[in-house]
Every structure is written in C-alpha cells, then in structure tokens.
C-alpha cells in the first residue's frame, strides 16, 4: 500500500479516491473503521473514510488513530489525512487536533497542510483560501449550519486549533520548486513549528509540494494535493502503470437524497425539483411527527416507477437559520440526518439501486445506515464526483457529492453518465 489516507468525511474520501483513480492509481474507499482482521485490498492507495468532521474532537482524533493503526499494520508507506477544500471545521477542531495527533503517532515534527483544489476552483495564496475569486468567509461557506468558515486565513484558523506553531510557505518558494519547498519546511521545523501551510494556485504548484513534502510522515490536505502523488510514485519506480477496467451496469429505480444547504445543493435541487417529483422533509415535522419519514416513502413508492425523484431537506441560510433558532445547531442536522439515513435504507427496500446523495454528513449518515463497507470508484460526473459501486449483495450505484460540488444540473447529469 503506498498511499494510506484516513478521509474526515466520506464525500471527501470518494473525491480523494477519484482524484487517484483518474491518474492510474488503483484506489478504494473503505467506509468507516474497517475490523481489526478485516485485510487490505490490492489497490495501491487505500481511503478510510471516516465522520469525524463535525464530532467532538476527542472522538474524531480516537478514530483517527485507530486508522491509523490499521493502515499501518497493513505496510502503508505514506499517510494522508484527507480534509475539505474549504477546512470546514471549527475553532475547536477537528483539523489541528487530528493532524496533531496522527503526527505524534508517526513520530513527525512538522506536516504540510493544503486545501487547495484548483480543478475545483480553492486556490491558498498568502496562506489565504479562495473560492473561485472570493475569499472563503465571503462565499456561502459563512453560513454552512455545522462548520461555518468566516476567516480565510488558514496559518490562523489552523493556529486556534492546534497546541503547536503554524507557518506558511509561500508561493514564490513553491515557484522555485520541489526542493525549495522541501527547505522551507525543515526551515520550518527548526523555529519549532509543527504544521506548513503551503501556497497553491495550480495543478503544477500541487505537483512540486507534492514533491517537496511526500518524505514527511504526514501529508494533511485536499483531494488536491494527492493529485502529484500517482506521477511522482510512477517516476520513483513504485507505481505501474494500469489499465481501467469498465464499470459494473447497474440496473433498477433511482433517487437523490440531498441534506446539503450548500449555495450549489439549493441550486441544484432548485433545477432537479422543477424537472423531477420532488419531496421536501421539513425539519420542524421530522421534530413532532414520528411518522414523517413513513410518510415521505410512501410518496417515493407511488414515484419511483417513473424515472429518478428527489428527497431534499436542502434549505436557503434563513431557513436553516430559522431552524436552528428553533431546535438547537446539533438536534437539526442531527434529526435530518437520521432521516436520511433511515429514507436510504427504505428507498432500497422499494428497489432504488442508483442513489445519489448529497452532502458530507450526510453521505456518512447515509453510508453507514446501507452499511456499504467499500466503494469501487466509477466514472465521473463532476470534477471531485464520480460514480461509485459496491458490490452487494445487490449492487448498488451510489454517488457521494460534497455540497459545494457539481453545477446546477448535477442531479440530472448523474444519472445521464449512467445511461
Ligand atoms: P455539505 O456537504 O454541504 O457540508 P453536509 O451534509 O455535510 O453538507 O451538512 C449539512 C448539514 O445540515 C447536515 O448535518 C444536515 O443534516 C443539516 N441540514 C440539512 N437540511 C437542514 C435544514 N433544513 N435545516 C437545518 N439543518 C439542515
């Protein structure tokens, strides 16, 4: 296994296993902690993907370490810890203390961090992260309902979650190079501190830290920042080149689970709904009625035969807002997310074999509840998005979208690239 990577949500897992597979580097995902006897596949790279995002800290760095474990057992020679292109996370974690401790665990003193996927549109530059040409706290990522982002500057945002230093290399010695950046690092290190963000506005850039920073005993970064990783192990002699194989047809009814309030999510259930039967779960009834769900599935079960319909509980920031005034932040995603889950497991039930899902908690809600141990990766829809298939019994097509992904006609491309 020459790469190992623990991912903190499961959209980023399939986004990070994608990013691998389109460049030749046999990946699966691996959903939640796999058992202590549970063996590594043959791919190359391996992604845990774990729900650790928005969890307390204590919690997501216990899991965290248990991959960990397991990765390494297994000959895992570099470890990546996958986090979201826009850091989501709070001030009380979960980036700094993971990265904290899965450093500690591999003996390191200091790990590179960087979010940028340009293909994407996140770029870091003076340590600042931008979406498209905004900087993060002034995209819709402000008023995401669990990890709201309102500073782009990441040496800070890393600094308030972590106990150590943050420092930043720039993007004019990732300019020079591989071993410039190499040297700013260890530089780095010498002052004492213990994570680098590092400066990235393109494909090339992600190449040369890549480069620069895969010796170091931990890389923490975006599905970016693997991107150079297949080119450079093919270079080093330790990646054979391989041939895809062609993806599993998957046949039987089609659905779309969105729980993602992302600015993309509302456009795309916006486009979806006006095209498709479509569903809205209102949180405040999930609340009082124990039924709500019941009832959604028996609307599903009178639509399906028709061709792929939607389920959204996807809502605009004052809405979401609103609710949250109402139940409380964690009980509102909490009580949405347990639909979720529980709507997936009935949408099966009445034949759905082609799911798509949107959200990252959401896809872990979702994941977990199917009880889907590991995705092989598929086509892709959208850059970061692809089409995913588990084995069964029965096979299921499943795609796993991060909020921010895709454009406003993802659902209906979907399941086009299927067809
Ligand atoms: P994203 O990928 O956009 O971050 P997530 O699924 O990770 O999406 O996060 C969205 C969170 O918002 C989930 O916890 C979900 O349960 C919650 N949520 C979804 N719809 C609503 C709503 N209408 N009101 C409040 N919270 C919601």
């Known amino acids: 296994m020459l790469l190992g990577a623990i991912a903190d949500d499961f959209t980023g897992a399939t986004d990070l296993a994608n990013s691998l597979t389109r460049r030749g580097m046999p990946c699966v995902q691996l959903n939640g902690l796999p058992g202590p006897d549970e063996a590594?596949?043959?791919?190359?790279?391996?992604?845990?993907?774990?729900?650790?995002?928005?969890?307390?800290?204590?919690?997501?760095?216990a899991q965290s370490l248990a991959a960990l474990d397991w990765l390494r057992a297994r000959g895992c020679?570099?470890?990546?810890?996958?986090?979201?292109?826009?850091?989501?996370?709070?001030?009380?974690g979960n980036i700094g203390p993971v990265a904290e401790a899965l450093l500690a665990a591999l003996g390191g003193d200091i790990a590179v961090a960087c979010p940028a996927a340009p293909e994407n549109g996140r770029t870091v530059y003076?340590?600042?992260?931008?979406?498209?040409?905004?900087?993060?706290?002034?995209?819709?990522?402000?008023?995401?309902?669990?990890t709201p982002m309102t500073d782009s500057d990441l040496v800070r945002v890393l600094?308030?979650?972590?106990?150590?230093?943050?420092?930043?290399?720039?993007h004019h010695r990732v300019a020079v190079g591989a071993a410039a950046v190499a040297k700013a690092v260890a530089g780095l290190r010498e002052t004492g501190h213990r994570f680098a963000i590092v400066d990235a506005i393109d494909e090339?850039?992600?190449?040369?830290?890549?480069?620069g920073a895969v010796d170091l005993p931990l890389l923490v970064g975006g599905s970016g920042l693997a991107t150079g990783l297949p080119a450079l192990f093919r270079r080093q002699g330790r990646l054979s080149a391989e041939t895809a194989s062609a993806p599993p047809v998957v046949e039987g009814a089609a659905a779309v689970l969105s729980g993602s309030c992302s600015q993309a999510t509302n456009a795309q259930v916006a486009a979806m709904a006006a095209a498709r039967p479509?569903?809205?779960?209102?949180?405040?009834?999930?609340?009082?009625?124990?039924?709500?769900?019941?009832?959604?599935?028996?609307?599903?079960?009178?639509?399906?035969?028709?061709?792929?319909?939607?389920?959204?509980?996807?809502?605009?920031?004052?809405?979401?807002?609103?609710?949250?005034?109402?139940?409380?932040r964690e009980r509102a995603g909490a009580l949405v997310e347990r639909a979720m889950a529980a709507l997936a497991t009935g949408?099966?039930?009445?034949?759905v074999r082609r799911l798509v899902v949107a959200g990252g908690e959401t896809s872990g809600a979702v994941v977990s509840a199917l009880g889907l141990r590991r995705l092989a990766i598929g086509p892709e829809i959208a850059p970061g998005v692809p089409w995913t298939f588990s084995g069964g019994p029965?096979?299921?097509?499943?795609?796993?979208?991060?909020?921010n992904f895709g454009g406003p006609n993802f659902f209906a491309e979907a399941f086009e690239v299927l067809s």
């Open 40 to 61: 590594a596949g043959p791919e190359a790279a391996q992604v845990i993907a774990l729900k650790t995002r928005s969890i307390a800290a204590q919690e997501a760095v």
């Open 77 to 92: 020679e570099t470890v990546f810890f996958k986090i979201c292109s826009t850091f989501d996370s709070t001030d009380r």
């Open 126 to 146: 003076q340590g600042h992260l931008f979406v498209g040409d905004r900087l993060l706290s002034e995209t819709g990522m402000r008023d995401h309902p669990l």
């Open 159 to 170: 600094g308030r979650q972590s106990q150590g230093k943050v420092g930043l290399v720039p």
């Open 204 to 211: 090339a850039d992600l190449a040369v830290i890549a480069e």
């Open 278 to 328: 479509s569903y809205r779960l209102d949180p405040a009834a999930l609340a009082r009625d124990e039924a709500a769900v019941d009832e959604a599935l028996d609307w599903a079960a009178g639509h399906l035969e028709g061709g792929p319909i939607l389920l959204y509980a996807t809502a605009p920031p004052d809405e979401v807002a609103a609710i949250q005034a109402a139940l409380g």
């Open 347 to 351: 949408l099966l039930r009445l034949g």
């Open 394 to 403: 029965p096979p299921i097509a499943l795609v796993l979208k991060s909020g």
